[in-house]
């Protein structure tokens, strides 16, 4: 993807998101409140999501997404913004059927810190929506076994994470349950290089070298921390 294309993308989604806040602030829906009369600030999200790679072919053909998790704080505000910051771990194999003449294996692991920037549409008591955007700084780390001989390789870049969240709230005013859906970009490629070789089969060599795109989606948990009045309530039962 170029810059230019992410551009448009990110801009897009900012303003699909506050278009899609207007409309809801003016469908007169009932405001959830949390617990007590103190409003709750402090929010645990924690992602685990299944990722499928996209964007370059290199990276589509030589790699399996196994696992993609997040894990972040955020301070919520009154108007339901919320800013964060937190851990990405993504965990790829390198795809053993992709070499039909030599003996590889191997795993690429991702690394990512990241800030980010969420707003909360709220439907109704039980239900809303979350549309958030993160960024970060990644580092990948690919280890691997190519016909006996082991390698180490290590590269890193920006990356930016569009993420769209459905959430429903569940007995405890404290804790929801949901599924997201994510799309990464991340200026860090995967090629011969990774692995250490001159070329991969089935591609000429230096053919590799373009942007790590992929999408994730799994299940999401969206926890307020308890504040002084639910704190309070605990004692006093």
């Known amino acids: 993807m170029k810059i230019k294309t992410l551009t448009i993308f990110i801009l ?7 278009a899609y806040g207007q409309y809801t602030s003016g469908s007169k829906k009932k405001k959830k409140t949390h617990g007590g009369k103190t409003p709750h ?13 996209t964007g370059d072919k290199m990276f589509r053909t030589f790699l399996n997404g196994v696992t993609d998790l997040d894990f972040s704080y955020n ?7 919320a800013f964060g910051a937190g851990m990405k771990y993504g965990f790829w194999d ?20 990241f800030v980010s920037v969420s707003k909360v549409f709220q439907q109704n008591r039980q239900l809303f929506f ?4 993160k960024a970060g700084y990644n580092t990948f780390n690919t280890t691997s076994e190519y016909n006996g001989v082991g390698y180490t390789y290590k ?12 959430y429903l709230q569940t007995q405890s005013d404290l804790l929801s349950i949901g599924m997201t859906l994510n799309y990464n970009y991340m200026n860090a490629s995967f090629s011969e290089n990774n692995l250490g070789v001159n ?16 999408f994730s989606v799994g299940f999401g948990f969206y926890t307020f921390l308890p504040n002084k ?7 006093e039962h």
């Open 41 to 53: 600030h402090s929010v645990i999200k924690a992602d685990f999501k299944l990722p499928t790679p």
């Open 75 to 81: 301070y919520r505000l009154l108007n339901d913004f």
């Open 94 to 113: 390198v795809d053993v059927n992709a070499f039909p003449s030599d003996k590889v294996n191997g795993t690429h692991k991702i690394i990512n810190p």
């Open 130 to 133: 979350e549309v958030e955007l």
């Open 155 to 166: 590269a890193s870049g920006i990356n930016f994470e569009p993420k769209f969240g459905v």
């Open 12 to 18: 897009t989604f900012l303003v699909g998101s506050v």
């Open 199 to 214: 070329k991969l089969p089935g591609f000429s060599a230096g053919s590799g070298g373009n942007p790590t795109q992929y």
């Open 229 to 235: 009045d639910d704190i309070a309530a605990a004692k």
